[in-house]
């Protein structure tokens, strides 16, 4: 069978690598040998053995009968998504580990695969070589999943361990992530959380059958988050974590993105560094969790190939995903429930009885000098802003949400 690769980054050269390396075990499981026949890039690589294969002209991968599958590491919404859309259009598979278009356009694409009788697969686009997307689409069909909570970002969560383990501040272990060549090319869509919201966006779409718009998931990132956060966070036997979620509570959906304040003993605490871990909640099959590298070379090719393999498998026919284009209006983010932890600039002694008058019974927390810290009752984001908001003369310190 004869593929082309569109894009030789990172990626790419992973995929080059796995389908060479595994060749005889992939033949055997694909059902017949896996042959790249093009690959697309703008650069010539000059000397390079895969050189004669790299052409330049996405016309002429697109208008070969002979390649059947289209394979895409270049990222980026634009030209993936109209080389997406060409591809099956005329009835070749296309696999991809671009979360940003699947976040944007999975609906449609797959829609497309299925009009034309051919697959549109993207295990890598979340997770990277967890498989994540084939177990919801395939494993876990006779469940009806109500939550999906999960360290979906490997930069941000390598971050946060450095933080926690060495006392280093943010930017500091930023600029190491950076060097290590964790964080992408612009570090934003990794710290403001932006990277996790596209892929908890692709798990709520598959997990509940419709449209999540990623542009609807309220996203914050770990920017904020201080050494002294991560103190308390030590002190009180918790640990700070960003994480994605997606529930489903009565009958309305809520997602979110944001550093959570999770107990030792919760099963994502010792997801540590650069790993991802996706905890799965269905009504028959209890909860279940996937743990592995979320990035990198090997462990997202791993992905790739394994979805070139099951386009190879399913030749002719299509695999149902359960991802219609219908939008999911989200709860309003002000009715969600949460815990907050709170730390006050203690500028009066009055604090605590003010505290308590505003925010009712807390739990006090041991502060350090200067400070007031306390956790609060379970109430709703807007009830909890509207007290904030009654104790605006001390200043807020930092505010995270708590898993109690
Ligand atoms: N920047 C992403 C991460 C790469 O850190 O998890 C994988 O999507």
């Not at 956060?229 to 994480?243: N, P, Q, R, T």
């Not at 997801?271 to 905890?279: G, K, L, Q, R, Y």
């Not at 190939?305 to 149902?320: C, L, Q, Y």
Request: overall charge negative; aromatic content about 8%; hydrophobic content about 40%.
């Amino acid at each position: 069978m004869k593929i082309a690769l569109l894009g030789l980054g990172t990626v790419g050269r992973g995929v080059v690598e796995v389908i060479n390396e595994n060749k005889e075990s992939i033949a055997k499981r694909a059902g017949q040998e896996v042959e790249i026949k093009y690959i697309l890039d703008i650069r010539d690589f000059e000397g390079d053995p895969i050189s004669t294969l790299v052409v330049k002209d996405f016309e002429i991968i697109v208008s070969d009968e002979e390649v059947e599958i289209v394979v895409e590491a270049m990222g980026g919404v634009e030209p993936a998504y109209t080389f997406a859309k060409a591809s099956l259009s005329k009835g070749k598979s296309f696999v991809t580990s671009n979360k940003e278009l699947v976040a944007l356009h999975g609906a449609e694409l797959l829609e497309t695969a299925r009009k034309n009788k051919v697959n549109f697969l993207f295990e890598a686009s979340v997770g990277g070589g967890i498989p994540i997307i084939r177990p919801l689409n395939q494993s876990l069909t006779a469940d009806e999943i109500y939550e999906i909570t999960g360290i979906l970002n490997g930069t941000t969560n390598f971050i946060l361990t450095q933080m926690k383990e060495k006392g280093s501040a943010f930017e500091e272990v930023l600029k190491e992530a950076q060097a290590l060549g964790y964080a992408e090319k612009n570090p934003e869509a990794d710290v403001e959380g932006h990277d996790a919201c596209r892929k908890i966006a692709i798990l709520s779409s598959l997990a509940f059958g419709e449209h999540v718009n990623y542009q609807d998931i309220p996203t914050e990132g770990i920017t904020k988050v201080t050494k002294e956060d991560m103190f308390y966070a030590e002190s009180m036997g918790y640990v700070i974590k960003l994480l994605a979620t997606c529930q489903k509570q009565d009958d309305s959906i809520f997602a979110r993105v944001s550093p959570m304040l999770i107990p030792l003993t919760h099963p994502l605490a010792m997801v540590n560094d650069v790993f991802n871990a996706i905890f799965v909640k269905g009504n028959v099959i209890g909860e279940v969790m996937f743990y592995g590298r979320g990035a990198g070379k090997l462990p997202t090719a791993s992905a790739v190939v394994a979805d070139v393999v099951d386009a190879a498998k399913h030749k002719g026919t299509n695999i149902i995903s359960f991802w219609n284009r219908e939008k999911i209006e989200l709860k309003d983010k002000g009715q969600v429930k949460a815990t907050y932890f709170v730390r006050l600039e203690k500028n009066a002694e009055s604090i605590a009885q003010r505290v308590k008058e505003v925010f009712g019974e807390v739990e006090e927390v041991k502060p350090l000098e200067g400070e007031y810290a306390f956790i609060t009752q379970t109430e709703t984001e807007i009830h909890f802003a509207q007290r904030l908001e009654r104790v605006s003369d001390f200043k807020v310190i930092s505010k995270i949400r708590i898993e109690k």
